[in-house]
């Protein structure tokens, strides 16, 4: 966390990239699910003409709204993690006592690192953040937020057609739901084995195990009226 870092991430910062494995494997997951919600009540939509059209409308809408929800509360989280950012950068430039400094860069740290940095290696930290050019007085957006934003909104709503268009193109209402139920399951593999690479556990192990959990977790949703 040096000097330059930390200006950097309070005025143009740069991330690559703009969202993590974590943040997309998580949308669509969450995108995955509402849609699910859906297809778990097929039996309840399938009386009527454009009923498969329907069921598609229903869960874009749903994803759309929640896509957008999610959108937002990710400006919102990134603004107030940047900002407690720049809170300490500010606390640790401007406090006159150095050991007063240095505790609050130990308390910053996750708990699991705090064993492995002494306050020596913090001193100097906190002395090139002292002499750091001036920084900005708030937390402020920059452009790959809002990049950020619209493809967590985009990953949201996309989600929806794997799992709801089979039943537009097929007209069979059990074909459309095993194709439905393939592609899902397909997804949520592909889905833990990103994460699994990603971690370094193991992507087949880990692409089952999500393929698992979410079967389960699609279960509950709709056995609590989801």
Known sequence: MNAATLAEEDGH???EPVLDTVDRV???CFGLFMALTFVGAVSAVTAGEDAGRKMLFSALGCNLAWGLADAVMYLVRTLTNRG???S???TVKHEQDP??????LRDALPKA???FVDDAELERIRARVAAAPALPGRAHFV????VGALGIFLIVVISTFPVA????VFKDVSTALVVSRVLTLLMLFSAGLALGRFSGSGGMRAGLAMTTVGVVLTMAIIALGG
């Open 113 to 115: 690192f705090k064993s």
């Open 165 to 168: 268009l089979p039943f537009v």
């Open 88 to 90: 300490l950068a500010l």
């Open 99 to 104: 050991a007063v400094a240095v505790r609050a």
């Open 26 to 28: 998580s949308e669509l």
């Open 143 to 146: 452009r790959d937020d809002f």
């Open 13 to 15: 910062e740069t991330r």
């Open 84 to 86: 407690r950012r720049l």
